[in-house]
Structures are given as structure tokens and as C-alpha cells.
Nanobody, 123 residues
Framework: QVQLAESGGGLVHAGGSLRLSCAASGSIVSINTMGWYRQAPGKQRELVATITNADTTNYANSVKGRFTISRDNAKNTVYLQMNSLKPEDTAVYVC?????????????????WGQGTQVTVSS
């Protein structure tokens, strides 16, 4: 199993910044894509940003120009720098990763989700 642990959420005023981190652990062979999703109360989970192992990034239109995703492959960690935060960014932010890992002596594909971290932006 590959576990993902997020950190960095919190309460911030509109216009403020937060930096989220997500570290993957386990018998990891390689990680392909890492990403952040978010879910606000009463809404469906939506993609925020993803980054591939070639550092190709993809952002939701609502966060382009304000959020930056990056990764440290040596640490199996993905970051989300969030600037100019708005009240509508309030949500639980969840990390996702996919790749390959060892299990029972065999290399298998994995796809994992973190538990999520709360981000609250006050107006």
C-alpha cells in the first residue's frame, strides 16, 4: 500500500496564501502523476492541479495564475502553493498519486488518495 499524508491547510483571510504538502510513503517504485483535488460542502470533488513525472502541469481554470503545483521526486512529495486565495477556494483539499509499487514481491500499479486537509478562506 502507498499512503499519502497531506499537511499545510488552515484558515486564512481572502488574498492570503497557503502552501499544501503531500508526502507519499510505502514500497514505491515510481510515481507517475501527482495531483490535488478539492471538495466543498455540497459539491462534487473537482480537479485543482496535476503534475506528471515529466513536470507537465494542468490546472483548473478557476485557479490558473494563482496556484502553482510542484513536486520533489527525491522526497515523493507534491506541493500546492496557493496565492490570492478567495472564499470560494474553501474546501477539503485531497492529494492523489498513481504509479508502481512493490506488493508481495511483485511490482503492481497503485492509485492512492490522502485523507484531505481543510482550507478555509474568510472574506
Amino acid at each position: 500500500q502507498v499512503q499519502l499524508a497531506e499537511s499545510g491547510g488552515g484558515l486564512v483571510h481572502a488574498g492570503g496564501s497557503l502552501r499544501l504538502s503531500c508526502a507519499a510513503s510505502g514500497s514505491i517504485v515510481s510515481i507517475n502523476t501527482m495531483g490535488w483535488y478539492r471538495q466543498a460542502p455540497g459539491k462534487q470533488r473537482e480537479l485543482v492541479a496535476t503534475i506528471t513525472n515529466a513536470d507537465t502541469t494542468n490546472y483548473a481554470n478557476s485557479v490558473k495564475g494563482r496556484f502553482t503545483i510542484s513536486r520533489d521526486n527525491a522526497k515523493n512529495t507534491v506541493y500546492l502553493q496557493m496565492n490570492s486565495l478567495k472564499p470560494e477556494d474553501t474546501a477539503v483539499y485531497v492529494c492523489n498519486a498513481d504509479g508502481k509499487h512493490y506488493t508481495a514481491g511483485i511490482v503492481r500499479a497503485f492509485g492512492s488518495w490522502g485523507q484531505g486537509t481543510q482550507v478555509t478562506v474568510s472574506s
